[in-house]
């Protein structure tokens, strides 16, 4: 049984260009993108980090350079420990990681989620295609630069959008995702509702005087 | 001496095999008893239909035991679980493939209104893309408010005018 800050000094050790990661909660480490899948093995073999929690990606912002972030979360199933790893990728247009998929097969998925909403394309990923939303979506709903309600588009299947006139609309916000009312007030009116039911209208109200 | 006829119910004896009565009535008694669903169960709600399935809440007291997962063999269509975009034209040509008379119960706040998911992802209620004839509130709701909406609809399905509709058709 490793404790963390063994972990974080052996990988170090053996990665040199390894950068200890401001973090709140577990030992995290900041690495280049080609280490990274060396990283993640030397932790499943050495250290028995033997579960995939998680592979993500953050965007930090449409002006940020380097702009994607990968982030892969590992944890000890007898250790009882998780080690964050983090990657930026070279390429703000077109962000590209490595695969982990051979090593833990559950970052198929995960990866092809971060695909999907974000648009980092992962090498030697045995089917990398839209897991959420349909293959010829044309946005990254969780960039920075996609609106929280969404964009109009037309639904994926021609025939149904004719025959039912639906397509993808931007979702209500109704005043604000969860709007809740501060300070100490009567439970009725202090509990989230929509301020603005415009979207449920069928019929235009007269404008208020 | 002709003695005056006291019985209530129908005697056969008296007024033959015959029952005379109005199509509607009878059409829509026979619709009514015997709507089979045909789950659409994408989500959450799905278990709670699975729930009102089973012997505590019982859907087979209703006439709707029989849940036909073709849509073919199916007379109501109950949409149980979040609707995504991605999966919004495959409910809609399992829809089509139904045929009449057909109905449709929005089950849960997702399907009655996209629920608490006001995203790019779900589709804002099914009654985009299906004419819904009941909706369900509720995160799942309770099996009862299911049973609720199925009697709802019964009743909904003994006022239509199907005579009508069938002799318009033909």
């Known amino acids: 049984m490793t404790a963390p800050a063994d972990v974080t000094v052996a990988l170090q050790d053996k990665f040199p260009a390894a950068t200890l990661r401001p973090s709140g909660d577990h030992p995290a480490l900041n690495l280049p993108v080609a280490e990274t899948v060396a990283a993640l093995k030397y932790l499943r073999d050495e250290f028995a980090y033997d579960f995939l929690v998680d592979v993500t990606a953050i965007d930090n912002g449409v002006d940020a350079s380097p702009r994607f972030t990968v982030v892969w979360h590992v944890y000890s199933t007898t250790g009882h420990g998780y080690v964050r790893i983090a990657a930026d990728c070279a390429n703000d247009e077109n962000p590209v990681a490595p695969t982990v998929s051979h090593i833990w097969p559950t970052a198929n998925w995960h990866e092809r989620e971060t695909y999907d909403l974000l648009g980092v394309k992962f090498e030697n990923h045995p089917d990398l295609r839209r897991i959420l939303m349909w293959d010829g979506y044309p946005y990254h709903p969780l960039r920075k630069d996609f609106p929280l309600a969404g964009i109009q588009t037309p639904l994926p299947d021609l025939e149904v959008a004719d025959l039912t006139k639906a397509s993808v609309k931007p979702a209500p916000m109704m005043g604000g995702p969860f709007v809740a009312s501060p300070g100490e007030m009567n439970m009725t009116d202090a509990e989230p509702r929509a301020k603005d039911e415009s979207w449920t209208e069928r019929r235009e109200k007269p404008a208020s005087e | ?170």
């Open chain 2, 1 to 170: 001496m002709v003695s005056a006829n006291n019985e209530l119910a129908y005697n056969t004896k008296i007024e033959g095999d015959i029952v005379v009565t109005r199509a509607d009535a009878v059409i829509n008694w026979l619709r009514s008893s015997s709507v089979w669903p045909m789950p659409m169960g994408l989500a959450c709600c799905a278990i709670e239909l699975m729930g009102v399935a089973a012997s505590r809440f019982d859907i087979a007291r209703f006439g709707a035991e029989v849940f036909r997962f073709s849509p073919r063999q199916a007379d109501c269509m109950i949409v149980a679980g979040t609707v995504t975009y991605k999966m919004a034209p495959h409910v809609r040509r399992i829809y089509d493939q139904m045929a009449e008379p057909k109905w449709v119960i929005a089950m849960g706040a997702c399907a009655s209104s996209g629920g608490m998911y006001r995203s790019y992802a779900t589709l804002q209620g099914v009654d985009q893309i299906v004419p819904v004839d009941v909706y369900i509130s509720g995160c799942p709701p309770r099996p009862e408010a299911l049973l609720d909406a199925l009697i709802k609809l019964q009743s909904k399905i003994k006022k239509e005018p199907s005579a009508n509709t069938l002799l318009k058709s033909a």
